[in-house]
């Protein structure tokens, strides 16, 4: 990526390290007759927490009533 850009030639990372991941999360691909609501009630246990899996997937999900088949979004888990 670096030598895509004017003037850098070098991108040094050494000694970074990623954050430690917080919360565990599982993933699901949406199949024909899905609704977030759906899912949520599935994998949360309560069809009204539809809106913590919009959150999640905000980048593949625009609106919580248009998913389509094939999608994968992830599942906030507890």
Do not use: C, H, W
């Not at 024909?32 to 980048?59: H, M, V």
């Amino acid at each position: 990526m670096a030598g895509n850009v004017a003037g850098v030639s070098e991108v040094k990372a050494d000694g970074l390290q990623a954050p430690p991941i917080q919360e565990k999360v599982e993933y699901y691909i949406i199949k024909k007759g899905d609704t977030l609501s759906g899912i949520a009630k599935q994998f949360l246990g309560n069809a009204n927490d539809y809106p913590k899996i919009f959150e999640a997937n905000r980048e593949v999900i625009r609106n919580p009533d248009l998913i389509f088949i094939g999608q994968k979004i992830r599942i906030p888990l507890k």
